[in-house]
């Protein structure tokens, strides 16, 4: 398959001299077309900076990056980001329909034609009935398929997904999880989804990139040697889904040179919360 992202030595400091922090350090990976790989890493690595980086938000220090042989200098016009804070990416004095054409008008000329691309793009995500429907109508879970048709409706050679399904609850977030596989898979996109949950990262991958601690530079790059059809009971209960989140799980408590890295709160809460549902699937099984 072409290479779709390839990312070069890059470096990003916030601030100058003996104050300035390093948030990425020497970052080198590449993502293949119809690809979904995830990243995972301790919060407060750098996995925001790095997408940002990616998406042309923010220019980086040093490195480079380049979307299907093309150096990115500035914001893509054929990429998407998907944001985990919903409530705020969308418009709330739009409709849902001109929510998702919004991206499309300087794109699509016609109206009709940014109409029904933004039709197209919610019934893929099983919306096609809400779009004269208000963003605040809806609930947290179908504000972000709002989010997610957005990006679809442009058509992007590349999505990129910041921890998109943190804000949800654990049902919703399962939902979610299978709707972007059914998407990627019938719309053959390729995907780089960051992530704080290791069995999220397991589930959805082609591939986990595990970052270290800041400054993040790559610890492991790991294939996920799981069918492409999954589902949130069997695939989750196999023997290769349960080793390979053991192995990330110890990449991402231990520093290359073998001792404890710190956790946050974050890390912790989040690990809790996947184990009490995990205890929660198992009752009702």
Not at 43 to 72: F, N, Q, Y
Request: charged fraction near 20%.
């Amino acid at each position: 398959m072409p290479t779709m992202l390839a990312v070069s030595g890059l470096v990003h400091r916030y601030g100058g001299g003996p104050t300035a922090h390093t948030a990425v350090n020497e970052l080198s990976f590449t993502v293949e077309a119809g690809q979904l790989a995830c990243i995972v890493g301790p919060s407060g690595c750098g996995k925001s900076t790095l997408l940002r980086c990616i998406a042309g938000l923010i220019t980086p220090s040093g490195g480079e990056i380049r979307l299907h042989g093309d150096l990115v200098s500035g914001v893509p016009a054929d990429l998407a980001v998907v944001f985990q804070d919903y409530s705020r990416s969308l418009f709330p004095w739009l409709s849902v329909r001109r929510n998702v054409e919004f991206p499309l008008r300087g794109r699509v000329s016609r109206r009709s034609a940014r109409r029904a691309r933004a039709e197209e793009a919610l019934s893929w995500v099983g919306l096609a009935d809400v779009g004269g429907k208000y963003p605040w109508q809806l609930s947290g879970g179908m504000q972000q398929r709002v989010s997610i048709a957005r990006a679809l409706a442009c058509q992007p050679a590349l999505l990129l997904m910041d921890e998109p399904f943190a804000s949800v609850d654990a049902q919703t977030r399962a939902e979610l999880e299978d709707l972007l596989l059914r998407v990627r898979r019938e719309q053959g996109s390729t995907v780089l989804l960051v992530t704080h949950d290791i069995d999220e990262s397991v589930y959805l991958g082609d591939r986990v990139l595990v970052l270290s601690r800041s400054p993040a530079t790559i610890v492991a790059d790991l294939p996920v040697d799981l069918p492409p059809d999954r589902d949130q009971i069997t695939t989750r209960g196999s023997s290769t889904f349960v080793d390979l989140r053991t192995e990330i799980a110890r990449l991402l408590h231990h520093s290359p040179d073998g001792t404890p890295a710190p956790t946050t709160d974050r890390f912790l809460a989040a690990e809790r919360a996947e184990a009490a549902r995990q205890a929660r699937v198992t009752t009702r099984q």
